[in-house]
């Protein structure tokens, strides 16, 4: 078999190597989430040939389901991980300066109440470790509010037993599938090779050493084999699904917890900062998320034995999040129906069945499976924050192996495609005035895109119809859909609506927009009517996964409310605070 070329209209070329002609690589990584991703990054811009194979897509799994906070981990204090956290706040600092389009500080409360398990002067002694282990942050430190203070900031939250609040910097990633696209695209640009929707089927093995990994595409059916010296499970939940009876040895590497978010729209009394508060209930750390003009509240922490895929928010989850919200916010009254959606994404923690799930460490590790599978390394844990340094660690480790000395890791310093820019305001009204669209187009492709927003506009000037909006919510344009699909390893509809123009995350979970963009799709990349329908109705399954329980669903596609008098959807939420107040 041949290789396969594609050039978008920007000139951007893209590279899907078939199997047969690809060669022995020198590292095979199975898992394109943000930690898989990020290996195949960091292992091709040292020089090393790589493969990087996912089952579904670029951030489907763990990484497009957490509370989408680049963070430094300050619970980890309580643990006693000072590595952790140091190594938290260190890859913090890095993500602002290298993805500043993608990651942004934002402000966090933490309100002492006189009920709290964790005293006032318990918190405060943590916020002073958290700034000396981030002393070389670039954003402001920590700050106690009084009473008064922390009611005139936050006018709406239950007074009764608060005694003031903390408020410190932490980071945000909105759209952490943009991240998880972005690294995937570094590693391509650095050569590496990547097969989406490619489920790995087992192993190739020649006395005792691991030679590769068999794999069936998933859309054409067709099954290959890739050859490689050392092979990486990056899985995430899925580690030991990946690695099976025979391989695993019997020994189960992954206990499971799974986190579920609700997404509501702006509601009476909530916040302008993240808050992050101890649960009457039950003493955990619960969140608010101002998320674009939306807020996330969670997450739980609960034991999860099954099918990664099949995670999904339950009752009691629903239940739980929703008293705590009401608890903290009495004026928000938030029932079911105010909830547009909710998903699920399970922690790939280590095994650990003697500790409760909010408790076992967010530490990674690098499991060997020598000398019975020499060549198998299992990666186990992670966090989103720390995915560069875990990739680091583990690039030099396959060098080790490979009896070969390391170059000098690149991504400490190397900016993101999308961050390759001088002076964003200049790039902004640049792009306003040599592409002739209005401010508000140009500020959400800078958001998502950042520096190859330009790209994307070019695909305007040769096909004008692109730059009509197809979603008036997120105000999305066609141009978008023909260049995920034409240079970010885009291959289906759910693909491009939920992990790359993010349209799909929008209040009706992409209803509205899906007939215009399989519209758009067919005509310019030639799909038939019948690919079209299936399309649609892939979309339509997946998408089932977000429908809220204990309530019918608005239509059969997911358990969405309508828009009603009472809500506050059209509410624009006032611009986030400083540490200022």
């Not at 199975?30 to 089952?55: F, S």
């Not at 951030?59 to 980890?76: A, E, K, M, P, Q």
């Not at 050859?227 to 499971?256: C, F, H, M, Q």
């Not at 961050?419 to 305001?425: L, S």
């Amino acid at each position: 078999m041949t290789q396969v070329q594609g050039k978008s209209a920007s000139g951007h070329t893209l590279n899907s190597e078939a199997p047969e002609a690809a060669g022995t690589f020198d590292l095979i990584v199975i898992g394109a989430g943000i930690n898989g991703a990020g290996i195949a990054r960091d292992a091709a811009a040292r020089g090393l040939h790589v493969a990087l194979v996912e089952k579904e897509d670029i951030g489907s799994g763990t990484s497009s389901w957490s509370g989408r906070l680049i963070h430094g981990g300050l619970r980890y204090l309580e643990q006693g991980d000072i590595a952790l956290v140091r190594e938290s706040l260190r890859e913090r600092e890095r993500l602002f300066r290298l993805a500043p389009h993608l990651v942004k500080p934002v402000p966090l409360m933490i309100p002492f109440y006189r009920h709290n398990r964790r005293s006032r002067w318990t918190i405060r002694a943590g916020m002073l470790a958290y700034d000396v282990l981030s002393f070389d942050k670039t954003t402001a430190s920590h700050k106690v509010l009084s009473r008064d203070e922390t009611l005139k900031r936050f006018p709406d939250i239950n007074a009764d037993g608060l005694d003031g609040c903390a408020i410190f910097m932490d980071g945000q990633v909105v759209w952490s599938e943009r991240l998880c696209v972005e690294v995937a695209l570094a590693a391509h640009a650095d050569g590496a090779s990547i097969f989406t929707h490619a489920k790995v089927d087992g192993f190739r093995e020649e006395g005792g050493q691991v030679t590769g990994v068999l794999y069936t595409d998933q859309i054409t059916g067709k099954r290959h084999a890739l050859s490689g010296k050392i092979v990486i499970n990056a899985a995430g939940p899925w580690v030991d699904a990946v690695l099976g009876t025979e391989t695993s040895d019997g020994k189960r590497y992954i206990g499971g917890a799974k986190g579920s978010h609700l997404v509501v729209d702006p509601f009476p009394g909530a916040p302008d900062d993240v808050v992050y508060y101890e649960s009457r209930a039950d003493g955990r750390l619960v969140l608010i998320i101002p998320w674009g003009e939306r807020f996330l509240i969670g997450t739980t922490d609960k034991k999860f034995e099954d099918d990664p895929d099949t995670a999904r928010a339950d009752d009691a989850e629903v239940d739980y999040l929703l008293g705590e919200v009401n608890s903290l916010v009495p004026t928000a009254r938030l029932t079911r129906d105010d909830i547009l959606y909710t998903y699920s994404g399970v922690r790939p923690l280590p095994y650990v069945p003697e500790k409760s799930e909010w408790k076992v460490p967010r530490s990674h590790l690098i499991h060997d499976h020598a000398p019975r599978h020499a060549g198998l390394l299992s990666i186990i844990g992670g966090k989103l924050t720390t995915y560069r340094s875990l990739a680091e660690e583990t690039v030099d480790e396959v060098y080790k192996r490979l009896g070969r000395k390391a170059p000098r890791c690149t991504t400490t310093r190397t900016l993101f495609p999308g961050a390759r820019v001088g002076d964003w305001n200049a790039f902004r009204q640049g792009l306003v005035r040599s592409h002739d669209v209005g401010n508000e187009t140009v500020d959400r492709l800078v958001s998502l895109y950042g520096a190859r927003a330009e790209q994307i506009l070019d695909l305007g000037r040769v096909h004008p119809d692109l730059l009509k909006v197809l979603d008036p919510e997120t105000r999305a344009i066609g141009a978008e859909l023909l260049f995920t699909f034409r240079a970010e390893f885009c291959r289906t509809l759910t693909d491009a609506l939920i992990r790359r123009i993010m349209v799909g995350l929008n209040a009706t979970c992409g209803r509205d927009a899906l007939e215009t963009a399989a519209d758009i799709l067919a005509r310019h990349e030639g799909w038939s009517p019948d690919r079209r329908a299936a399309e649609i109705a892939d979309y339509q399954r997946y998408i089932q996964r977000f429908e809220v329980p204990g309530r019918a669903p608005a239509g059969a596609v997911a358990r969405l409310p309508e828009p009603n008098a009472t809500n506050l959807t059209n509410r624009p939420r006032p611009a986030a605070k400083s540490l200022a107040h």
